[in-house]
């Protein structure tokens, strides 16, 4: 079996979240948990005919998340597994511990508009960043918009913004609970007053300005009670104009003749050219150009790749993104006196790394790639030639920020184990300096990241990394989490996370598998694990999971396995069909039921990614075959399994994970405790408070500690 390891710049957690008495580290004894008995549910007799197979669906009223009998069974659920997690000793400790390792200060990476730079701060554990200005590098930061101060639990947050060209305004998106639902309002920047221009109903938009107003997209008002459930159908793009009400706002495009499309303005910074883009999934998009007579120009009109347009260089010639006959991405000039897709030229041809995106800043081209999962920035003038790197500080993951005619730029620099560092960039002398540090606790000298590669059941070679101490014994018998996604065309990188140094301060391993499904490696890695391909990314997860058992890392009695959204999929079908590998699994707001995953809200959008029940025998019988809920076994004994879900998913309904506990709890054969935490006033995960997270992950954390028998020391 091969093995390639790397080692990673460490600037990782210090091992001192110990708690002390008398000068001496305190063990807890370990003593017996009791569960209470699940709650009692309602079976009714619903069964589906799909193509000539019978499925019973006995929970389908668990689908009505607004029913007194769902809140009933929401409120008996919480109280078994809180009264669960309540006994276990260190469940305080470890909220005080997390608590404290969050609370350091953190900064994003600026962005200029107009005479101001923008960014946000988080003192430490403010439930939401706040939003700064200041007038140039050198003034002073105030704060201009701080959600904390707009709901009394920290559940408002900001969900996008959108600047007028001659910053007298700024449009912002505020969402509520978490839901992707989202109001947008207007401030005037010079008096930080909020104008009674109010949009709602949006969700899944920019904001893009031109002229006095700005460009947005939003569905149909949902119908009572279906807030959080209804199909969303019929994405309209408006215009909406300063000082004018909602009511009254231009309609730019709507296609009435398929309801299933999503679509979206983006305006080039010199404001000349519209475009509008359309999709059928998540992957894949038509784009059009609105010329000056409000007609439509068709660039691309199927939604075989992925384009955008990056910005207008002059004299009607468009810089454009696109994976067309590139499958790792390149960059292209489109005129738009001969537009079509097959007439675009490369400037920046595909390479066999991956480009993520790409910046306009100062006179160049800035080009973010990803080669093995690590970032690479490479500078190109306008011409297309290749100059030179930016030097990063290590293997990790950059993200850039840069103005066209502006010499300043910043970059963010994070891997597994090195905190979020901002640092500033001359462009035209290829220099840079550290921005903003955090200043935190952690030792880089006491943790080290190694990428490994290893073979999955079909022999192709999949990358890993592990995180762990310096110096871990290599004996089995290491508490291990093992974490993935796999789909989308979402790449999983190097990122720091604030949340893991609790598990691995408790000598903990931390591996996170970079799935087929995913976009590490192209459209072709993409596309190898979706749709009739999607066994592949349980296969890998598997593969990954017994090579760190065969490699003596750990063992499946010290094993967790975690995803969320698609990778709460990816949990709940590993788990189903090797409940042997796994001491526990975890569910994170998981896709679980794949036949009806596409009739809530956006669901139907997912469709490209996964075909869908109602598209033909061979779909169905695909889903059918992995979907989590329909393959939980009568007297099979599963893992110690927590689901986390919220009230307020509007992306992936609570009803999949409600649907799969029950059907789990009621088939689950050993002693191991199978449960659902359900939080309120919360929602997929965007936005959510810091208070919330850390009540969940105190929660996980000692969930998974306590099931893997670890030795815990706080």
């Given at each position: 079996m091969k093995k390639i390891s790397i080692i990673l710049i460490s600037t990782a957690i210090v091992a001192c979240g110990i708690a002390e008495k008398k000068g001496e580290n305190k063990k807890e004894e370990r003593k017996e948990i009791s569960l209470k008995p699940y709650p009692e549910v309602r079976k009714d007799s619903v069964v589906d005919e799909y193509f000539g197979t019978a499925v019973a669906d006995p929970y389908r009223w668990l689908e009505n998340d607004t029913s007194e009998e769902t809140g009933n069974w929401v409120q008996a659920e919480n109280a078994v597994t809180f009264d669960y997690l309540s006994q276990i000793p260190y469940r305080k400790k470890l909220e005080e511990r997390l608590t404290k390792l969050w609370n350091y200060e953190k900064v994003s990476t600026p962005f200029k508009k107009g005479d101001y730079y923008f960014m946000y701060k988080n003192d430490g554990i403010q439930n939401q960043s706040v939003l700064f200005y200041q007038k140039g590098l050198d003034g002073k930061a105030e704060i201009l918009l701080d959600p904390n101060t707009l709901s009394e639990d920290g559940t408002a947050s900001m969900n996008g913004m959108g600047f007028s060209k001659d910053g007298k305004y700024m449009a912002y998106g505020i969402s509520r609970a978490g839901s992707d639902w989202v109001t947008i309002q207007v401030?005037?920047?010079?008096?930080?007053?909020?104008?009674?221009?109010?949009?709602?109903?949006?969700?899944?938009?920019?904001?893009?300005?031109?002229?006095?107003?700005?460009?947005?997209?939003?569905?149909?008002?949902?119908?009572?009670?279906?807030?959080?459930?209804?199909?969303?159908?019929?994405?309209?793009?408006?215009?909406?104009?300063?000082?004018?009400?909602?009511?009254?706002?231009?309609?730019?495009?709507?296609?009435?003749?398929?309801?299933?499309?999503?679509?979206?303005?983006?305006?080039?910074?010199?404001?000349?050219?519209?475009?509008?883009?359309?999709s059928e999934s998540t992957n894949g998009n038509s784009l059009m150009l609105m010329d000056d007579n409000k007609a439509f120009i068709k660039l691309v009109d199927n939604f075989d790749t992925d384009n955008y347009i990056i910005d207008h260089l002059g004299e009607g010639i468009l810089l454009g993104f696109t994976n067309y006959e590139a499958p790792n991405n390149k960059v292209v000039l489109i005129d738009t006196k001969n537009p079509k897709q097959e007439n675009w030229t490369d400037l920046i041809?595909?390479?066999?790394?991956?480009?993520?995106?790409?910046?306009?800043?100062?006179?160049?081209?800035?080009?973010?790639?990803?080669?093995?999962?690590?970032?690479?920035?490479?500078?190109?003038?306008?011409?297309?030639k290749y100059l030179y790197d930016i030097e990063l500080p290590g293997i990790g993951i950059a993200s850039f920020s840069g103005d066209k005619g502006e010499n300043t730029a910043f970059f963010s620099f994070s891997s597994y184990t090195y905190p979020t560092t901002i640092f500033k960039y001359d462009i035209a002398n290829n220099t840079s300096e550290v921005f903003f540090k955090p200043e935190t606790d952690f030792k880089s000298e006491d943790y080290v990241t190694e990428q490994v590669f290893f073979k999955s059941?079909?022999?192709?070679?999949?990358?890993?990394?592990?995180?762990?101490?310096?110096?871990?014994?290599?004996?089995?018998?290491?508490?291990?989490?093992?974490?993935?996604?796999?789909?989308?065309?979402?790449?999983?990188?190097?990122?720091?996370?604030?949340?893991?140094?609790?598990?691995?301060?408790?000598?903990?391993?931390?591996?996170?598998?970079?799935?087929?499904?995913?976009?590490?490696?192209?459209?072709?890695?993409?596309?190898?694990?979706?749709?009739?391909?999607?066994?592949?990314?349980?296969?890998?997860?598997?593969?990954?999971?017994?090579?760190?058992?065969?490699?003596?890392?750990?063992?499946?009695?010290?094993?967790?396995?975690?995803?969320?959204?698609?990778?709460?999929?990816?949990?709940?079908?590993?788990?189903?069909?090797?409940?042997?590998?796994?001491?526990?699994?975890?569910?994170?707001?998981?896709?679980?039921?794949?036949?009806?995953?596409?009739?809530?809200?956006?669901?139907?959008?997912?469709?490209?990614?996964?075909?869908?029940?109602?598209?033909?025998?061979e779909n169905f019988k695909n889903l059918y075959a992995y979907s989590p809920l329909h393959n939980i076994k009568e007297g099979t004994s599963y893992p110690a399994t927590l689901v986390t879900t919220a009230d307020h998913d509007d992306r992936v309904v609570p009803a999949h994970s409600f649907k799969f506990i029950s059907e789990l709890q009621a088939k689950q054969s050993g002693d191991n405790p199978v449960l659902i935490r359900i939080d309120v006033d919360a929602g997929h995960g965007a936005g959510k408070p810091t208070s919330k997270t850390i009540e969940e992950w105190a929660d996980v954390w000692s969930f998974v500690l306590w099931n893997l028998n670890a030795e815990v020391n706080l």
């Open positions: 401030m005037e920047l010079a008096s930080k007053k909020i104008l009674e221009d109010k949009i709602e109903y949006v969700k899944f938009s920019g904001i893009n300005w031109r002229g006095n107003g700005f460009y947005y997209s939003a569905y149909e008002r949902p119908t009572e009670g279906s807030d959080y459930s209804g199909k969303n159908e019929f994405h309209t793009v408006y215009y909406h104009e300063i000082g004018t009400k909602q009511a009254d706002d231009k309609l730019i495009y709507r296609d009435n003749n398929n309801a299933q499309r999503n679509a979206g303005a983006g305006v080039t910074e010199d404001e000349k050219y519209i475009y509008i883009t359309t041809g595909e390479k066999d790394y991956v480009l993520r995106g790409v910046s306009l800043a100062g006179d160049k081209i800035i080009a973010s790639y990803m080669k093995n999962v690590q970032s690479k920035l490479e500078v190109y003038d306008l011409d297309g059941k079909d022999g192709t070679e999949v990358p890993m990394f592990i995180t762990h101490k310096k110096g871990i014994k290599k004996d089995g018998t290491n508490p291990t989490f093992l974490y993935g996604y796999g789909g989308f065309n979402i790449s999983i990188t190097p990122r720091f996370s604030v949340i893991n140094t609790v598990f691995l301060e408790q000598g903990g391993i931390y591996a996170v598998v970079n799935l087929r499904g995913g976009s590490e490696f192209g459209e072709e890695w993409h596309k190898a694990g979706w749709r009739l391909n999607k066994q592949n990314v349980f296969d890998d997860f598997i593969s990954a999971g017994e090579y760190l058992i065969s490699e003596n890392y750990t063992s499946s009695e010290k094993l967790a396995v975690h995803g969320r959204s698609n990778g709460g999929l990816l949990a709940g079908a590993v788990m189903t069909q090797r409940p042997d590998l796994m001491k526990v699994a975890l569910p994170g707001v998981g896709v679980l039921d794949m036949l009806r995953y596409h009739k809530f809200t956006i669901g139907w959008a997912w469709a490209g990614e996964y075909g869908s029940s109602d598209q033909d025998e």
